[in-house]
């Protein structure tokens, strides 16, 4: 199996708004709601923040927020903090019961 | 509350079998959860290597499965993963974390740890 492709990077001012993508295919993110996305700051272990698609876990910000539409999905940050700045990663369930992760995606706060 | 700590030797020569354990404190790994092992090559994005079931049920990356094996101890509530035939490119930070079952997201994780493939 293929990652999934996400933007190497993007960025943001504080109390912006930014999406990051996630495109896979009809065999992960196209046909399951099982989408999920890590945040990681350097040096330490990623923390779920959105699984399920759109839902967060107990804990998370709801200024984040997931979406899928066709073989994409999304993850929106809104109200950008300084906090924010760190590596976000996809990962989709794959047909034949197995994962997937997204190549990952620089967020800078500027 | 869960906690996952991976461990094992931090230096593996080339062609042996890499082998880490991640213990379990704080939560029964008999209970119903899946347990994986995620790397992270150095400066790189994170791969899935694989998830077991208390019971020894097993999913595999399909691109280790010819390498990978997994069981878990419930004795000392703990699992294990062993991948043979290492090269440089498993040089990676190796973590553990308790997957959630049927939703396939992974939460917590434990710290990580380097291992080195080099002779």
């Known amino acids: 199996q293929s990652a999934l492709t996400q933007p190497a990077s993007v960025s943001g001012s504080p109390g912006q708004s930014i999406t990051i993508s996630c495109t896979g295919t009809s065999s992960d993110v196209g046909s399951y709601n099982l989408v999920s996305w890590y945040q990681q700051h350097p040096g330490k272990a990623p923390k779920v923040m959105i699984y399920e698609v759109s839902k967060r876990p107990s804990g998370v910000s709801n200024r984040f927020s997931g979406s899928k539409s066709g073989n994409t999905a999304s993850l929106t940050i809104s109200g950008l903090q300084a906090e924010d700045e760190a590596d976000y990663y996809c990962c989709s369930y794959v047909r034949g019961d197995a994962l997937v992760f997204g190549g990952g995606t620089k967020l800078t706060v500027l | 509350q869960v906690q996952l700590q991976e461990s094992g030797p931090g230096l593996v020569k080339p062609s042996e079998t890499l082998s880490l354990t991640c213990a379990v404190s704080g939560y029964s790994i008999s209970s119903d959860s899946w347990w994986g092992w995620i790397r992270q090559p150095p400066g790189k994005g994170l791969e899935w290597i694989g998830s077991?079931?208390?019971?020894?049920?097993?999913h595999y990356n399909p691109s280790l499965q010819s390498r990978v094996s997994m069981s878990t101890d419930t004795s000392k509530n703990q699992f294990s993963l062993k991948l043979s035939s290492v090269t440089a490119a498993d040089t990676a930070v190796y973590y553990c974390a308790r997957q959630t079952i049927s939703a396939w997201w992974f939460d917590p994780w434990g710290q990580g740890t380097l291992v080195t493939v080099s002779s």
């Open positions: 077991i079931y208390h019971s020894g049920n097993t």
